[in-house]
């Protein structure tokens, strides 16, 4: 009998549910025995092949197709016209894209309970994408080395035209917002020297980012192939970028065999709990629901306002739950791989608690949108492989705070200008591998150099392996999100992450002052990518506005004294509005259709929609309280 229709009869779902189950549970032994095969041309062939027979398995072979001309399409682009074959890919495949959302109307699948290809082929874009811009940017680096070379300049990292690109000094000026000219600031000139000093080093961690990222020679078929399918990673997710494939198939980088290798055990047995614990809660609340009480607008209307407010909240529930099962999929196919390993971090000491791993991911994904508080912009994953995020947007994706603004913390300031030093100095070595190690594992807050492969020592011992590449989601970080920021750092993490850094930061470099046109563009590449039906286009647009409407309220409490009772009054009021809205907004997610969306939110008298609208507005005349100690400079002679 066919497993497939096993698997449908079993569990009594649609057949098409049932094929893409086998194939995405099939990946994880797949990318299991990748880690056996010695060769690396091999593991290229190996990660290609396995992907294109799960997708067969997955889907019908004329989807296949799809998935081909996208890759056609992108292979001549970058052969062709290399200096804006990002751009090329970037319209050509969502093109492409949101043409089989329309063709093969992907939105009535999802109503009908139905899975379709359009999902995966938003990953494949995606990492199209990526490939594409990255290559592009590789054409760039070559240009200015060949540059820097001509003129007699030195291209190692270490200084160009006199001046020291590590973030330490420039024209014999502090950045770190300490002293200028040799005269130590006070009072407002010192935060603002000091919100100058962290964007300085912000821009140079992102620049470092984005150095380690780029691709400078044409990739093989088999390299192509192998990072487009790789093990059938592409029927789930989540992205990462081709450096990262590139350094785990050859061994390189953090999976170099001079470098310990962690255990997988602990990580996997993790994700199996986590899906465990995911499904078992998504059983319990889905019968549950009867989203009949809320299409049905005589059935609406006439429960009790506090009802309507319980029946959406518990719609948005069950769509989060379903994402999560999912996810903790692919989060197990990347660690059996390896790939989700993303490096040592220093153990926490016993007196503070660890934070997520999804957290720090965020921290790259949001922190570098965004800034201390991480308002989101898209998140992120690891640099090498892209993150940590929109923030926020994904976003990716979206930050909260502006990269200035939030960077006013000092210890932040300090903290990154440190990490962009760590960068520089794998930059002046030289090595790439060492400088996508430093780059991936600086958002846990500790960097673990592995550059001259040394013997494993009694200190590296005590340190703990970091599999942030693989989290798309950190369940408890959402589900207790109390800032924008923390949505976008802990949902949907690596596309937050692609968000970020192939559609809002390069918005944004191109006009930092339309920041909430940037923020509302991404967030619209987002919606259209899941598919065109209005429920999906309003919940997005209503997620950005939550967004906005956050980094509204952080610019607000930021001055308050810590510990205050102020600061926690705000800090209870700022978590029932992230509750409140992000549950408002995702129930277009679940309905999808414009009117029953629009009944919904008439029937919750549009609080979701007028709360952020008035929090942003307010936000043009409400001016936040200076801190206390505050003082304007005066300037002396």
């Known amino acids: 009998m066919d497993p497939v229709r096993l698997f449908s009869e079993t569990f009594s779902v649609d057949y098409s549910v049932a094929a893409y189950l086998v194939g995405a549970l099939s990946s994880v032994p797949v990318a299991y025995l990748h880690r056996f095969i010695r060769s690396p041309a091999l593991r290229h062939v190996y990660a290609a092949v396995s992907g294109v027979l799960l997708s067969l398995i997955s889907f019908t072979p004329d989807v296949l197709l799809h998935f081909v001309l996208a890759a056609a399409f992108t292979l001549v682009a970058m052969r062709t016209q290399r200096s804006i074959c990002g751009l090329v890919t970037f319209i050509g495949t969502f093109a492409h894209l949101i043409a089989c959302h329309v063709i093969f109307m992907s939105d009535d699948a999802r109503r009908t309970g139905r899975v379709d290809f359009t999902g995966t082929l938003t990953i494949v874009a995606i990492k199209l994408t990526s490939l594409a811009m990255d290559y592009q940017d590789g054409l760039k680096a070559l240009k200015e080395e060949a540059k820097r070379a001509k003129d007699g300049e030195a291209i190692n990292g270490e200084a160009i035209n006199g001046e020291a690109i590590n973030g330490e000094a420039i024209n014999g000026e502090a950045i770190n917002g300490e002293a200028i000219n040799g005269e130590r600031p006070t009072g407002e000139k010192a935060e603002g020297e000091k919100a100058e000093g962290a964007r300085s080093a912000a821009a140079a961690r992102k620049a470092a980012e984005k150095r380690a990222r780029v691709i400078k020679?044409?990739?093989?078929?088999?390299?192509?192939?192998?990072?487009?399918?790789?093990?059938?990673?592409?029927?789930?997710?989540?992205?990462?970028?081709?450096?990262?494939?590139?350094?785990?198939?050859?061994?390189?980088?953090?999976?170099?065999?001079?470098?310990?290798?962690?255990?997988?055990?602990?990580?996997?047995?993790?994700?199996?709990?986590?899906?465990?614990?995911?499904?078992?809660?998504?059983?319990?609340?889905?019968?549950?629901?009867?989203?009949?009480?809320?299409?049905?607008?005589?059935?609406?209307?006439?429960?009790?306002?506090?009802?309507?407010?319980?029946?959406?909240?518990?719609?948005?529930?069950?769509?989060?739950?379903?994402?999560?099962?999912?996810?903790?999929?692919?989060?197990?196919?990347?660690?059996?791989?390896?790939l989700g390993f993303s490096g040592w971090v220093a153990a926490p000491k016993a007196a503070a608690a660890p934070a997520p791993a999804a957290a720090a991911a965020s921290a790259a994904t949001c922190a570098d949108t965004t800034a201390a508080d991480g308002t989101a912009a898209p998140p992120a994953a690891p640099p090498t492989a892209a993150a940590a995020t929109a923030a926020a947007a994904a976003c990716d994706t979206s930050k909260e705070g502006a990269a200035g603004e939030d960077a006013a913390d000092e210890h932040e300031g300090k903290e990154n200008h440190n990490r962009s030093g760590e960068v520089a100095e794998a930059a002046k070595s030289g090595d790439r591998a060492m400088m996508g190690e430093v780059v991936n594992n600086q958002r846990a807050g500790t960097v673990l150099s592995h550059a001259n492969g040394a013997a494993v020592t009694g200190e590296e011992k005590k340190r703990v392996a970091l599999w942030d590449r693989a989290r798309n989601v950190n369940i408890l970080g959402m589900e207790l999100a109390s800032t924008g920021a923390d949505v976008a750092k802990n949902w949907n993490i690596s596309f937050s992450t692609w968000l970020r850094i192939y559609v809002y930061e390069r918005l944004e470099s191109a006009s930092k002052k339309n920041a909430l046109f940037n923020l509302l563009f991404t967030f619209f590449i987002s919606a259209i990518s899941h598919g065109l039906n209005p429920g999906d286009l309003i919940g997005f647009g209503h997620w950005a506005l939550m967004i906005a409407g956050s980094r509204v309220i952080y610019r607000w409490t930021k001055p308050l004294p810590k510990g205050s009772l102020a600061l926690r009054a705000a800090s209870v009021l700022h978590f029932l509005y992230v509750l409140f809205c992000i549950n408002y907004a995702g129930f277009g997610f679940s309905v999808m259709t414009f009117q029953h969306t629009m009944q919904a939110y008439r029937g919750l008298c549009y609080y979701g929609t007028i709360l952020p609208l008035a929090i942003i507005m307010a936000g043009n005349f409400i001016r936040a309280p200076r801190p206390r100690g505050s003082k304007k400079s005066i300037k002396t002679e």
């Open 217 to 338: 020679g044409m990739p093989s078929a088999g390299e192509f192939l192998g990072y487009l399918f790789c093990c059938g990673q592409h029927l789930l997710g989540p992205w990462f970028d081709y450096q990262a494939y590139d350094e785990w198939t050859n061994r390189r980088g953090v999976w170099s065999p001079a470098v310990r290798a962690p255990s997988l055990i602990p990580p996997f047995l993790r994700v199996l709990l986590q899906g465990a614990l995911a499904a078992a809660v998504f059983l319990l609340i889905a019968p549950l629901l009867d989203l009949t009480l809320a299409t049905d607008p005589v059935l609406f209307f006439a429960l009790p306002f506090a009802r309507r407010v319980l029946l959406v909240f518990h719609a948005t529930l069950v769509t989060r739950w379903r994402c999560y099962i999912v996810w903790s999929i692919a989060e197990a196919a990347m660690v059996a791989g390896g």
